[in-house]
């Protein structure tokens, strides 16, 4: 606290020198190209130097540090906001001319008090992200955890329903959706929510709708957007080649499907070209009823995806078995972006990662230990007839692949790693399903070491 106050002490002394020698606020020696104002609460501002903003910024990163309950909910830039949102009333309310010791107490006590209520002031806030799902959007609304997915339609009734979206916004939006011009609107808040309703949604089929509570609002994005990307990895692994099936499960804040150009050219010959898609516009088409079908038979599957979500939301991170749901956070977050990958040898630094994670950074051993525990397969045991045993794979995925890549030490770098990629995806699939399985069945236990066993 010391330190703090040191600092509060020597931002009240600029402060000061400031009303003393304003023209100070005009040299060259600050980098920023406009005036430096504070909200001073009531109407009124205080106009700040670098240095002031810079010691806020120290003051605020000493306070996270002290109080790490704070760090899962702000994001360091909207803390540090807060913080200086904080010492404008604070400094507003000192006579600079009183002792700088009583007004350093002041200012701190002041800056405490605001933070405390500002802090507790972060309730419910629900995210919304368009994302192309299925390939038909006839499937009823479902929830993995804290995350809703609907068809765009179903989720705009609703939100008119909660009167969060105007009955004339919802009626103009339909129309839009069933090709229809729209006639401008005069400017109200309204007509700004049909224009980001339109914007964030149009391309996509279905939305996605995550719950955060106690969570700054840039923090809460973060949370909510891995929560959504999660979800939608844990419904990928249902297909046999997730990958292939998230191909066409996105978030549209993430990525939109557009050609990709390619030229090429053969000297004195011929120039070619050739174009393809980036990525599908949805993913897997099903029956009537399928995927109610799907969610009722992997209910078990499901539960625990949503309490990994559940876990990822949280402001604390106090749920049932943390430890555990750390894990397969940590896993699904690196299966997500080895599905994603484009470059092979990328994937499999990432899937391996998946397996590393399951085995609690058991490396090689750990890995095949997670294998032959979850999923049944031994050491010296082919994965397919005429295949790789378990320990070659495993071999050539985290030491070949993964580890002389990450240490640059690969003398591969050029080959062709699809084949080694397709392993590694497999096995990444199955010890991740097989664990959640495990989860599921061993509700007592939050002890991740016993995935290897």
């Not at 969060?164 to 609107?185: E, Y």
């Not at 149009?202 to 996605?208: P, R």
């Not at 625990?304 to 750390?326: K, T």
Request: with cysteine.
């Amino acid at each position: 606290m010391n330190s703090i106050h040191a600092r509060i002490q020597v931002i009240i002394e600029d402060l000061t020198e400031l009303q003393e020698h304003p023209q100070r606020l005009r040299n060259g020696d600050d980098d920023f190209p406009f005036p430096r104002v504070i909200d001073a609460g009531n109407g009124g501002s205080l106009y700040v130097s670098g240095k002031i903003d810079d010691y806020i910024a120290k003051v605020a990163d000493e306070l996270l540090s002290l109080d790490t309950s704070l760090k899962p909910r702000f994001t360091t830039a909207e803390w540090r906001a807060m913080v200086r949102k904080s010492f404008g009333p604070a400094l507003a309310q000192i006579d600079l001319d009183d002792d700088i010791s009583e007004n350093t107490t002041q200012v701190f006590a002041k800056v405490q008090e605001r933070l405390k209520r500002d802090v507790n002031h972060h309730g419910i806030r629900e995210y919304a992200f368009g994302c192309t799902l299925f390939g038909n959007s006839d499937v009823k609304p479902f929830s993995i955890g804290p995350v809703k997915f609907e068809d765009r339609e179903t989720w705009l009734h609703r939100k008119t329903q909660e009167r969060d979206i105007s009955a004339v916004t919802r009626r103009r939006v339909i129309q839009s959706w069933n090709g229809k011009h729209l006639k401008k609107r005069r400017p109200s808040r309204s007509s700004i929510d049909e224009t980001d309703v339109l914007q964030a949604f149009s391309e996509s089929s279905f939305v996605s709708s995550i719950l955060t509570e106690g969570l700054g609002s840039e923090a809460g994005r973060d949370k909510a957007l891995t929560a959504a990307r999660l979800a939608i990895t844990g419904i990928a692994l249902l297909w046999q080649t997730p990958s292939k099936a998230l191909h066409g499960m996105n978030l549209l804040y993430d990525r939109g499907p557009r050609r990709q150009k390619t030229m090429s050219f053969i000297p004195g010959k011929a120039v070619l070209s050739g174009s393809s898609w980036s990525h599908m516009p949805h993913g897997p088409r099903l029956k009537s009823g399928e995927w109610e079908q799907k969610l009722q038979e992997r209910q078990d599957h499901f539960q625990i995806i949503g309490e990994v979500l559940e876990y990822v939301v949280s402001p604390s991170g106090d749920v049932a078995r943390p430890r555990v749901m750390n894990t397969l956070v940590q896993a699904l977050l690196w299966f997500h972006e080895g599905c994603r990958e484009t470059v092979a040898l990328m994937a499999i630094v990432k899937f391996s990662s998946v397996l590393d994670a399951l085995a609690s950074g058991g490396k090689a051993r750990g890995i095949r230990e997670v294998i032959t525990a979850r999923v049944g397969i031994k050491d010296d045991q082919a994965l397919w007839a005429d295949g790789p045993t378990m320990k070659h794979a495993v071999d050539e995925i985290y030491s070949e692949g993964r580890s002389r890549t990450v240490h640059g030490t690969n003398m591969k770098i050029g080959h062709d790693w699809t084949s080694t990629r397709s392993i590694a995806e497999q096995l990444a699939r199955l010890c991740l399903i097989m664990c959640i399985d495990w989860a599921a069945e061993a509700t007592s236990s939050d002890d991740p070491l016993r995935l290897r066993s």
